[in-house]
Nanobody, 129 residues
Framework: QVQLVESGGGLAQPGGSLRLSCAAS????????MSWARQAPGKGLEWVSG????????YYADSVKGRFTISRDNAKNTLDLQMNSLKPEDTALYYC??????????????????????WGHGTQVTVSS
């Protein structure tokens, strides 16, 4: 069955960095666009960044553009999120997610949370001094 397992969260100081990873299994990873989303305490789920199935194109929410970088390794079935210049408002539970439709690499699909059918359990990121 499909499994998405996030890791790499933790405590970081403002201005610091963290790298999140997501290990995927149970499906043909290279055929699906993937994304990271987050949920801050008391807030709704927010799409953060997504990447095409082949890794050639990435998209970012305005709130993280220029600070976060998404990448994937289709040989290892992993999805990463490098987070730099962290801010307290980046504090959230971070999830990786798989799009529902195979070979659907469009900005509309990738940036729409309703287009995702599997989610990991999340990894906590806390940014605080």
């Amino acid at each position: 069955q499909v499994q998405l397992v996030e890791s790499g969260g933790g405590l970081a100081q403002p201005g610091g960095s963290l790298r999140l990873s997501c290990a995927a299994s149970g499906f043909t990873f290279s055929s699906y666009a993937m994304s990271w989303a987050r949920q801050a305490p008391g807030k709704g789920l927010e799409w953060v960044s997504g990447i095409w199935s082949d890794g050639s194109v990435a998209y970012y929410a305005d709130s993280v553009k220029g600070r976060f970088t998404i990448s994937r390794d289709n040989a290892k079935n992993t999805l990463d999120l490098q987070m730099n210049s962290l801010k307290p408002e980046d504090t959230a539970l971070y999830y990786c997610a798989k799009v529902r439709a195979i070979n659907t690499d469009t900005i509309v699909v990738i940036t729409t949370l309703g287009e995702y059918d599997y989610w990991g359990h999340g990894t906590q990121v806390t940014v605080s001094s």
